[in-house]
């Protein structure tokens, strides 16, 4: 019977924009005396992942315009996050009791269009990557050269939830890794066909890894070890409902 | 740096109405040669603790209700489930291209209110269990007596979520762990005040666990080891958005 192991991933330095955050992961891999066997999932958050592609944002460079005042009046917010929320946003989902909720250019529905003050450094702000999935690839893709091995990657945010306090993280980019395993139309052991079962194995994999790394301990990366998945490259972004099937929306 | 691991348990065997669950993990536990140490985490699936809180029920005895059968017959379900949808329900959040979302009366939001015809048996349809968190309790009560060590537990089930395709794990009930995690009021190593940040670090559990049990592999229970929590005894009932926070409701 398998194990899963997660292991954090320490010594990964402060990231400038233009860092190789692949070489940076080895490094602290080596480091560390870890080494990546077949089919490892990194997990890496997003955070030091648009850090590493420039997308931190000096609030004191933005204009808000007159939508972002009135919506950060009414959610008592700073008017400039705001403005960075809806330029980063395709629709604002919903806003209340000092929450705005949004759908993402990416397509994903998440607080504040993923944009957070967190782990950034005073009067910044980091956007999420333009496209994690691509960021995703690249980082499988430095990975697997370093070490000879094959692969999944993640990119991972911390989302809320309707109807459930707290966040979990999930995934919003991957790469050597399929999003969803299907189950549908396969029998339990009584016979009975499932249909709709179809775990969002990445975004179990985030979870897990986020238990490793945690929120305050600078540790923005872990290695999720001996997990059963399906090699793939849709992307992260083949998560996102469609709008026909969409019943919140 | 601590590494988490998430150790499945082989050999429980089917589990009747009225069988004392957490000796039989025990059991098996001390078959596989697994032994517990302080502060594990055990993990069991809903469906196996409904089965042994005698939570199945036999499809041909439902008598569905007029209000069944027409929402049977719009979303293409059997009425049968579809009534024991609704006697488990406190209300139809939405309903559309064959699902059923309902806020079950423990006040989870989820498909079907949880009720579920996999991996019971033909005809068959099981029910979430009454109180998940009495059954946490009762569980770890077992699991401590036997094992002379501190612990907790978790119940999980499957849920979808909205705008994402597929499902993960959540936590229906929880004991001798804080299902949430605040970070609200402390500081980033830059000076920066933590205002939601507040990991549902049961859900994030739930999740890592499935990896190692999966869907159709017949293992309904798992030990995540290793993991940072805060012990204590608000149950997984915390975890309901209270209606005044609720921008879906």
């Not at 924009?17 to 990194?42: F, N, Q, T, W, Y």
């Not at 330029?87 to 957070?116: L, M, P, W, Y």
Request: hydrophobic share 45%.
């Amino acid at each position: 019977m398998k194990r899963i192991e997660v292991i954090p991933i320490p010594g990964i330095p402060e990231v400038k924009a233009g860092a190789d955050l692949g070489a940076e992961v080895l490094r602290a891999l080596r480091r560390a005396g870890i080494p990546l066997l077949k089919h490892d999932v990194v997990v890496v958050k997003q955070k030091v992942v648009s850090k590493s592609e420039g997308r931190l944002v000096l609030l004191s460079k933005v204009k808000p315009r007159r939508r972002a005042v009135q919506l950060a009046k009414a959610e008592r917010k700073d008017p400039r996050v705001v403005e960075l929320v809806l330029r980063e946003a395709s629709e604002v989902v919903r806003s209340g009791h000092g929450v705005i909720i949004t759908r993402t250019k990416q397509g994903f529905v998440c607080a504040n269009s993923g944009v957070d003050r967190s782990n950034v450094g005073p009067g910044m702000a980091a956007l999420l990557p333009t496209d994690p999935d691509r960021s995703a690839r690249r980082i499988r893709a430095a990975l697997e050269k370093g070490s000879g091995t094959e692969l999944a990657v993640l990119v991972t945010d911390t989302f809320g939830r309707p109807w459930r306090l707290g966040q979990t993280d999930v995934a919003i980019g991957c790469s050597g890794i399929s999003p969803l395993v299907s189950y549908a139309g396969k029998k339990d052991r009584f016979g009975y066909r499932l249909r709709v079962t179809e775990p969002a194995v990445v975004d179990e994999l985030a979870a897990a890894a986020e238990l490793a790394m945690g929120k305050l301990k600078g540790i923005p990366a872990a290695v999720v070890r001996g997990a059963s998945y399906v090699r793939g490259d849709a992307g992260a972004k083949a998560l996102v409902m469609p709008r026909e099937r969409d019943l919140f929306r």
